[in-house]
């Protein structure tokens, strides 16, 4: 019987050093009929020529560097599409992955036929702490899901695949027939963050199951990258709002808020959110500031990095 045939994509824009462990770590997968596609998206740092000398397998597209996530993962998704794909396995440069993901994946496929799985995210600093285990819908209060809580993986939550609101981008497998029936990634709207949320999202409309699959490990390298200023002037609010790289990004946060809560009530924790960012600031201009917003963080008081 002939093995499905995986896609892994992956986009980057510079992060050299955390793409070619990434690479070391996907050439121990315990399996066979997979192809790497990396969308390098104006990377200054020489990625692509380290990739050609070292996994010359690997197969490189290039963005014009304004892709973001979004675009690159559609680059990526249509030149899989093209070349026959049977599913797509999405991660980042600053992920390393267990060597079983894949056959995981496909074994808990058989159980949930069409699904689309997510994998356990853990932190390569702390390999105990758990930081992503499948989303889970917050209505009243921001931020839109917690993927939470952070623990030891001998959480109940964590031993058992379970149905779940929502998967975020990192170890996301993703039946090709999805892609086909509801499309790809909105890049225009959401260019960077939750954009993989959204995806999901937009697959349970369809009637596809989320579905958290434990089985699947991989562990996370990078902390955040939102962009979140640390002092109040026009150009940081204007860049808090209007940046494709911010978290708190106006039109994401609107178009997540209003197509994916229910009527009315989604107009109270989108408010929320942006009085929750204004705090933030505020804070960060305090003498502890630093410190004080990790440990929200770390409470999920302030909004994360979802993809």
């Known amino acids: 019987m002939n093995e499905p045939k995986v896609s892994i994509i992956v986009p980057i824009h510079n992060g050299k050093e955390y793409t070619l462990r990434f690479l070391s770590s996907i050439k ?38 304004d892709f973001w996530w979004a675009k690159s993962m559609n680059v990526g998704v249509e030149y899989a599409l093209k070349n026959s794909t049977d599913y797509i396995l999405t991660l980042n440069n600053d992920n390393e992955v ?11 496929s058989k159980k949930f036929p069409d699904a689309i799985l997510g994998s356990i ?37 964590y031993q058992h695949s379970r149905e779940v609101d929502a998967i975020a981008g990192m170890g996301t497998f993703i039946p090709v027939k999805v892609f086909k029936e509801i499309g790809l ?16 999202l937009r697959a349970q409309k369809y009637g596809y199951k989320l579905i958290f699959n434990p089985a699947a490990k991989l562990w996370n390298n990078a902390e955040s990258s939102w962009f979140f200023p640390k002092k109040i002037n026009p150009q940081s609010i204007k ?18 808020y209003s197509n994916y809560w229910p ?19 505020i804070l960060y201009a305090l003498p502890c500031g630093d410190t004080l917003i990790n440990l929200l963080r ?7 990095k979802s993809c």
């Open 298 to 304: 770390k409470s999920n008081f302030i909004l994360k």
């Open 239 to 256: 860049d808090l709002l209007f940046h494709k790289k911010s978290g708190y990004l106006l039109k994401a946060q609107f178009y997540m």
């Open 98 to 108: 267990c060597k079983e993901i894949i056959n995981a994946h496909l074994e808990c």
């Open 121 to 157: 995210v853990f932190d390569k600093k702390n390999p105990d702490r758990i930081l992503n285990g499948g989303g889970k819908k917050n209505y009243l209060f921001p931020p839109n899901f917690n993927f939470l809580p952070f623990g030891k993986d001998n959480n109940k939550l």
């Open 28 to 65: 121990e997968l315990n399996y066979s009929n997979y192809e790497v596609i990396i969308i390098d998206d104006g990377s200054t740092d020489g990625s692509a020529d380290s990739i050609k000398e070292l996994f010359p397998d690997t197969i490189i597209l290039k963005g014009d560097g």
């Open 263 to 281: 009527k009315f009530i989604w107009v109270i924790p989108f408010s929320l959110l942006y009085i929750k960012c204004i705090a933030g600031i």
């Open 185 to 200: 990634y909105n890049h225009e709207v959401l260019p960077q963050y939750q954009s993989c949320i959204e995806h999901t």
